[in-house]
């Protein structure tokens, strides 16, 4: 049978402690609400004897939340307790989460206090804390650093003073998952009352070992874990809660243990707190990273086509995901490539298909990624070849400190000769606002990107934009060491490229 094991995040406490992720007191709802929508069974939304600003969003989510327990952090002294307690109070399901420091050097470096100090101040405090509150969470910060035998004393006694969850802190990222795993079990086996709480665990990340210790704790018997969206926290991060949540979902075999988190929640989730705190998620992050369900690879994209299983252990959609993301780059193979170019609707026979296959590559090798938009523009260039509907002839601007951008444009349109002068806020916007009045177009320009080819200040610009038209999108693009030329001619290769999608009206359209 399995187990659920409580999943208490501290995204807003402990995440909120990176360097410079402070959340007001409206972020903190916003991701409160989410972590709800998500299923969390206890959320930790602050320390609030921290600050009066946090104080009030301690207790607005307690106000807010109905579901999940709302806890707020407490020193073991009184003020901390009781500033605790009021914060909490109007949650439905309140909880005031006491800690000290337990690890020798904690206690003579720190709190300059000796074990029965601490002892005392465990046994008050908890038991002030349950007078206030019926739910109680002690910790013993750096546990994973304290003395076994004083460490199951602390314990002992804040079971016993009310505590009715026992938290035991890897604070600094220290252990390894075995001797993690044989402390939890060591407690749980040695502390007469161990029965009467539910043993939690609070792991950091120094050593990149959060989860696996986290695991390892729960094979020892530990009940909840305390984590983060995207593993944000002090110093290294705290263990990530999708990362725990997914590994339990995926390897219910031997890991056979459930949970109430929502996992279709976990992306949105991911982006919110990445949004709110500024702390960029980065592209390797497992689950919620932006390369978690991408491929690019030959070898991988085909075993992907055939069955996705071949490489993905979980469905993106699990996740929050809609799919999985087949990135088309100079590693990726035929079978993704023309896969690709039939989802844009293209109807190619094998010997296109080759033809194109082979300028992909040489595409590829110059950037990074290759768009749907590079392949419209491959196939337009390499398979239709369309007539210029558009040339253009000649291009003056001016432009400068003390007057107003002006541009004139001399186009062919057809074989006709149009001339046309315009402005516009810059010079490339006067430029655009003159060829588009020339082409009769009402097209949205959606991206403009120039980038050097070459280095040095004679480099050829070259010049991509993306346009918008009758539900058609397409890449324009053009090189020069003009930069206002090089804009000029992409626009046009850009309308070209409108004209002839317009022109096949059976055709079906990209996918946009």
């Known amino acids: 049978m399995s187990e659920n094991i409580v999943i208490f995040d501290t995204t807003m406490r402990d995440g909120e402690q990176s360097p410079g992720a402070s959340m007001n007191q409206a972020e903190k709802l916003r991701i409160a609400h989410q972590l709800e929508k998500m299923g969390v069974d206890v959320m930790e939304a602050g320390f609030p004897i921290a600050s009066p600003g946090d104080f009030e969003a301690v207790k607005t989510v307690a106000q807010s939340i109905k579901n999940s327990t709302v806890a707020g952090l407490a020193r073991c002294n009184q003020a901390d307790v009781e500033r605790?307690?009021?914060?909490?109070?109007?949650a439905v399901h309140p909880r005031i989460h006491v800690f000290i420091a337990t690890s020798p050097i904690h206690m003579a470096k720190k709190l300059q206090m000796d074990g029965e100090q601490v002892l005392e101040a465990v046994a008050r405090e908890v038991a002030r804390a349950r007078n206030l509150c019926p739910d109680v969470e002690f910790s013993a910060e750096d546990a994973s650093r304290s003395e076994p035998e004083f460490l199951a004393r602390v314990c002992e006694t804040a079971i016993k003073a009310g505590a009715t969850t026992v938290n035991i802190p890897d604070t600094v990222g220290y252990a390894l998952p075995a001797e993690y795993g044989a402390l939890i079990r060591g407690l749980r086996e040695t502390v007469p009352n161990a029965d009467k709480a539910v043993w939690s665990v609070h792991c950091h990340n120094d050593l990149g070992l959060a989860v696996a210790n986290t695991i390892a704790a729960i094979e020892a018997g530990a009940r909840q874990v305390e984590v983060t969206i995207n593993g944000i926290g002090e110093r290294a991060g705290n263990a990530a809660l999708e990362e725990l949540v997914m590994l339990l979902q995926t390897r219910n075999d031997l890991a056979p243990y459930t949970t109430s988190v929502d996992t279709t929640q976990l992306y949105p989730a991911s982006r919110m707190v990445s949004n709110i705190t500024g702390i960029w998620v980065q592209p390797n992050k497992a689950i919620v990273g932006a390369n978690a369900f991408a491929h690019e690879s030959g070898v991988h994209q085909d075993g992907m086509l055939k069955d996705s299983s071949t490489y993905e252990i979980m469905r993106p959609e699990m996740v929050g995901l809609n799919s999985s993301n087949m990135v088309l780059g100079k590693h990726s193979g035929r079978h993704a490539f023309r896969s690709r170019l039939e989802e844009r609707g293209y109807e190619l026979d094998e010997e296109q298909v080759n033809e194109l296959f082979d300028r992909f590559k040489r595409l590829a090798d110059k950037r990074k990624e290759v768009v749907d938009e590079d392949l419209d523009a491959l196939v337009t260039e390499v398979i239709y070849r369309p007539e210029e509907v558009f040339k253009l002839k000649y291009l003056n601007v001016m432009s400068g400190t003390h007057v107003n951008p002006v541009t004139t444009v001399g186009m062919e349109v057809n074989g006709e000769m149009r001339k046309e002068a315009g402005f516009g806020a810059g010079p490339v916007d006067a430029v655009y606002n003159t060829i588009l009045k020339i082409c009769g177009s009402k097209a949205e320009l959606m991206r403009f990107t120039i980038s050097a080819i070459t280095g040095g200040t004679d480099a050829q610009?070259?010049?991509?934009?993306?346009?918008?038209?009758?539900?058609?999108?397409?890449?324009?693009?053009?090189?020069?060491?003009?930069i206002l030329l090089s804009s000029a001619k992409a626009l046009v290769d850009g309308m070209n490229r409108l004209a002839y999608m317009k022109s096949q009206p059976d055709r079906k359209r990209p996918q946009i």
């Not at 010049?463 to 058609?472: A, C, D, Q």
């Open 461 to 482: 610009g070259e010049v991509t934009v993306r346009l918008k038209e009758n539900g058609y999108v397409v890449l324009g693009r053009a090189a020069d060491p003009d």
């Open 84 to 90: 605790a307690g009021a914060a909490v109070a109007p």
